[in-house]
């Protein structure tokens, strides 16, 4: 049976040989991070289980520091309460704190652009995986990490102190930043938000940067790099790459009412609603309704604004095409179909052909260039 410093090495190999890995000062901080003291316990899913159901993998279960050690995300909490220890079964749940595929997190870290001597301020501490390799790479003078849900926070505080670190850590809502340590020079969000929160742009200095996936209610993800204009401004672009993060908890859609889908208005739609199920589709779905909720799939989708009643669904013709029927204040349709033509007119392209700009007038993605299609994000 392999060592957990073998497993380390061979994941570190195997992370260079993808090229995941590229910067040797954050390869050596992957080499020194011991993983298994972040998830000593984690859940897996349940292969082809509907809803997802996940397998709590516990202190001597066959496997388990095999699968620390494998490029994936380990879910350590359930439903904002459930750890691994408290399911003996598979359960349904949501998974509210992970600790995220190595490469993804080594991948953001590189991205954020750090060098030695820089101040950062991570959102999201989570199992504390991250934050220690954050540590090692500036020093724990140079790193704060929040994180939102206290029994986390106090999971994450003791592995970091087993392994030898010792980054400031708050137990707070990361959306207000951490001022007492401000400025930085980055800012790197482990969580996803629906908007730039405001304390963020004044909390990193101007020509600082700030990398963070930008969601929404449906649930679709562009990765931000934005650098920090003037207090309380930004810019920047989406990069490549498909990143989602669970949702910063305050920004988290709002309780589902029950909802029955009535008779409405009904007339031809101009797009293929199955375009919703596209990974950059469903996102300019979301720019154009953020209110709504995508429920739908292929071509039969449904968006419901749980707040006004509000819902549209489409189908498809026996003889081809689709109808849309949408009924209450908000022509949601509407608002889905005209910004999925005006993406697809400038050639339909990936997030990484967006960009956003926040300023005195608001929180605007736009494609292409500032002057080119923009929606507004919601505040
Ligand atoms: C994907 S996990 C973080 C992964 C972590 N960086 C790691 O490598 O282990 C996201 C974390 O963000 C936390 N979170 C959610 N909303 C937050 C908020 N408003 N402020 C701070 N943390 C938040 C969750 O509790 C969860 O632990």
Redesign the pocket.
Known sequence: MSTPAELRAALVDQLTGDGALTDPAWRAAAAAVPREL?VPEYFLPVPGSAPTAYRPVLNGASGRLEGIYRDQTLVTQLDNHLSPPDALEPVVGAP?????LPSL?LGMWQRLDVEAGHRVLE????????TALGAHRLGDDNLVS????PQ?GARAAQALKAAGYSPTLVIG???AGHADRAPYDRLIA??SIRHLPLPWLHQVRPGGKILTTITGWSFAFGLALLTVTGPGSASGRFLPGYVS??V???HDRPPRQPITLLSGDTRPSRIDPAILGDWTGKWVAQLAAPSAEIIGAGDQQILVDFATGSHARTAPNPDGGWTVTQRGPLRLWDQVESAVQTWQQHGAPHQEGFGITIDGDGQRVWIGTEAGPTWDLPI
């Open positions: 972040f509210s704190s992970s600790s995220t997190v959102i999201g501490t989570g199992t504390g995986y991250s929040v994180e939102v849900d986390v809502d990361g959306l482990t969580c993060f669970m910063a908890r305050p």
